[in-house]
């Protein structure tokens, strides 16, 4: 077969043709990248990336970050806004989101938002999974919209029938002015986050949040738990004491708390998992059962003064300070001028407003404080009491 060559003339014409036919469509992604070679983003934003725990909960955004100076360095301040990104449905020109169209939340791919549990947005349910991240921009409101195809490139191809969840949110001065578009998490706390996207002088927050950290955690735990780690006492112990702090779960926490003393597979017997079991037996309701169990622990013989002392402790961490007493003095009855017996019996009368006694107690601990760091806590609680370190005060 022959090849047929333009005349010169025909070939420029045809060239001319296509030049003007793909000038007509929006930039598309350099070509090498097509081709899966790894080269500089196109229009050099560059891929950002941002993850947050909530607890257990992990929420990342993956974006690409324009800045405010375009490709060609002009200088887009108080242009960005409801022009270079339109207020509400707009028509790119390009692929079949017309006149529909919303902004990608970044440049290039899609931005992709990622959680990997089940949490609520702004107050409404979000699976778990990745989503295309996109948003209607407003001058007053804006809406966010996760969408289930989270693989595009950009916006052109945005289907509503792939809607996830969508939710509004309100925009609102940025503390900062930001050259970069960023994603950033604020307002971090254990069962909530707020994620502002940040450009220019605008910020738009909106709240991620985990309905149940704590159960979680706990499902989490008992699956740990059926794996090699429920080999071990520790691992049973410290699942049922996160049980016992956070009230959940208790019923299993005491199981779990029998496991840490009594498992052929591990378990040991100790006054620290006996206090435990002994708790958890108490907050499931059955008070002599925990009496037992208590008095178990304190004849145990691993039942150090430390020990106790800490245990008291925890019953003043949860505001049982007659009960912590009853210990404190127990403690110095069978440990009688060893460190911390006084200490504990100090801070157990301090408590329950027996400053005097208190006082008595913590100079008789300050002669006896093992270490620099000890000797100042010692002090500091003989100022606070109203007293001086050498015998003073009321």
């Known amino acids: 077969m022959r090849l047929t060559l333009l005349p010169r003339a025909s070939r420029a014409l045809a060239a001319s043709f296509f030049a003007c036919a793909f000038a007509a469509l929006p930039a598309p992604p350099a070509l090498a990248q097509w081709t899966g070679l790894t080269v500089p983003p196109d229009g050099d934003n560059q891929k950002s990336l ?34 270079l990104i339109p207020y509400g449905p707009t028509d790119l020109g390009f692929g079949s989101c017309a006149p529909n169209c919303p902004w990608r939340g970044g440049a290039n791919q899609n931005t ?99 309905k149940d950290p704590v159960g979680l955690y706990v499902a989490q735990m008992r699956r740990d738990l059926r794996d090699w780690q429920g080999f071990n006492w520790q691992n049973y112990e410290t699942a ?28 040991q017997e100790n006054f620290r998992t006996l206090t435990t079991l002994s708790q958890l037996q108490a907050a499931n309701g059955k008070a002599a059962e925990s009496k037992t169990t208590l008095d178990r622990a304190l004849a145990h013989r691993t039942a150090g003064p430390l020990e106790v002392h800490v245990y008291a402790r925890q019953l003043q961490g949860e505001g049982k300070n007659e009960e912590a007493l009853k210990i404190f003095e127990l403690n110095a009855k069978r440990y009688p001028g060893v460190w911390p017996t006084d200490l504990g019996l ?49």
């Open 240 to 267: 049922a004491r996160y049980c016992l702090q956070n009230k959940a779960n208790l019923p299993e926490a005491e199981r779990w708390a029998e496991m840490a003393v009594s498992s052929p597979f591990g378990g």
């Open 112 to 210: 992709v938002f990622t959680v990997s549990h089940d949490v609520e947005v702004q107050g409404k349910p979000l699976p778990a999974g990745s989503y295309g991240l996109h948003f209607y921009p407003g001058a007053e409101e804006w809406t966010v919209i996760f969408s289930k195809n989270a693989t595009s490139w950009g916006s052109f191809t945005y289907d509503p029938n792939e809607d996830a969840l969508r939710v509004t949110a309100k925009p609102q001065k940025s503390p900062a002015y930001n050259e970069w578009l960023t994603y950033e998490f604020t307002d971090r706390r254990p069962e909530r986050a707020t994620v502002a996207l940040r450009w220019e002088n605008l910020e738009v927050p909106f709240t991620v949040a985990v």
């Open 50 to 83: 941002v993850s947050q725990h909530i607890g257990l909960v992990r929420v990342t955004v993956d974006y690409s970050s324009p800045d405010v100076h375009g490709p060609n360095g002009e200088d887009r301040t108080g242009k960005v806004w409801g022009e």
């Open 346 to 394: 100090a801070r157990g009368h301090a408590a329950l407003g027996h400053k005097e006694e208190a006082r008595k107690h913590a100079r008789q601990a300050l002669a006896k404080a093992p270490d620099e760091p000890n000797r100042r806590g010692v002090e500091a609680l003989i100022q606070q009491l109203g007293g001086t370190t050498d015998g003073g005060g009321r």
